[in-house]
């Protein structure tokens, strides 16, 4: 059985009493519920381990988290917000990266 086309893998969060979707897929997609083509993605340096498992000489470092949590995806939308990310413009796109636990704007 098929998700929801509404949906697509989204999952409701509420930071700051402003609701948001957010999922994952390689990045974390965020969108606010008022508009729905600004984004806010996510990359904390995850890759799929089973795309390097007879290659270690290649492989990208480590990403954490291991998990990803919604403490951390609402962790990741307040920074955002503090750092300058317009949620009521329509068609915006913000990019941070997390990496040895801190986040960075990324141009």
């Known amino acids: 059985m098929t998700k929801p086309r509404k949906k697509r893998g989204f999952r409701p969060i509420k930071v700051e009493n402003i609701e ?11 969108r606010p519920n008022c508009c729905k083509n600004n984004i806010l993605t996510i ?8 795309e390097f498992v007879n290659d270690k000489e290649n492989e990208p470092p480590e990403f ?14 307040k920074f955002a917000l503090i750092n300058g990310w317009d949620i009521e413009r329509s068609n915006s796109k913000f990019k941070i990266g997390y990496k040895d636990e801190d986040y960075k704007v990324i141009e």
């Open 64 to 77: 954490e988290p291991k998990i990803v949590t919604p403490q951390f995806v609402s962790n990741a939308i």
């Open 43 to 50: 990359d904390f340096g995850w890759y799929d381990v089973w």
């Open 20 to 30: 948001f979707n957010w999922r994952f897929q390689g990045t974390i997609d965020v």
